[in-house]
């Protein structure tokens, strides 16, 4: 299907007919009968058309190598230890090498080949954080590490120890329910 534009270049009024959808050919019409303006005219076109072509492949590269990103909420951390006293909103990225849960909050994060692994790491991150902050005095800490330490403390409940391991439910990272992208 041929298509048609005109525009104005100076006083003059142009038309460029496209042959087919399928080809770069185009003829120009200029009124005025100056083929060589009309080439001039014609060349430009043809070049803002490769830079739009070579901008349009750019931006489809940018968007491929962008990571499909998830928000979720985490509903426990996968141990008999410890529990959380809310869900918490984590955050999944995943990209062609594997994916990476994130709680922002306090800066922790997992990694895994598949999305239940980096929960299941995050997890194991969130715990260790706890652990190590809870360890420390407050005064020793600079403000952020304090803010997450005061954060964790709120958030993350010790269980009585009953003898018992982790679970190995962390594979499956159970707990996690999907919300809005």
Do not use: K
């Not at 070579?54 to 968007?63: C, F, H, K, W």
Request: a negative charge; one cysteine or more; aromatic letters at 4%.
């Amino acid at each position: 299907m041929a298509e048609e534009a005109s525009a104005g270049v100076g006083d003059q009024a142009l038309l460029l007919n496209s042959r087919s959808e399928e080809s770069d050919e185009y003829s120009l019409v200029s009124g005025n009968g100056d083929t060589a303006t009309d080439r001039q005219v014609l060349a430009l076109l043809h070049r803002e058309i490769e830079v739009l072509r070579t901008e349009i492949a750019e931006l489809r590269d940018a968007l491929a190598s962008r990571p499909i990103v998830r928000h979720m909420m985490l509903s426990d951390l996968g141990s008999e230890r410890y529990h959380l006293a809310r869900p918490i909103w984590v955050l999944t990225e995943e990209y062609d090498d594997g994916v990476t849960a994130r709680f922002v909050e306090v800066e922790a994060t997992g990694h895994g080949d598949t999305e239940p692994e980096s929960l299941a790491a995050l997890q194991l991150d969130i715990i260790a954080l706890h652990e190590d902050l809870r360890r420390t005095p407050a005064d020793e800490l600079g403000r952020l590490p304090r803010s997450w330490q005061s954060t964790l403390a709120d958030l993350v409940i010790q269980v009585a120890d009953r003898g018992g391991t982790d679970s190995a439910r962390r594979g499956a990272a159970a707990g996690c329910n999907d919300a809005a992208a």
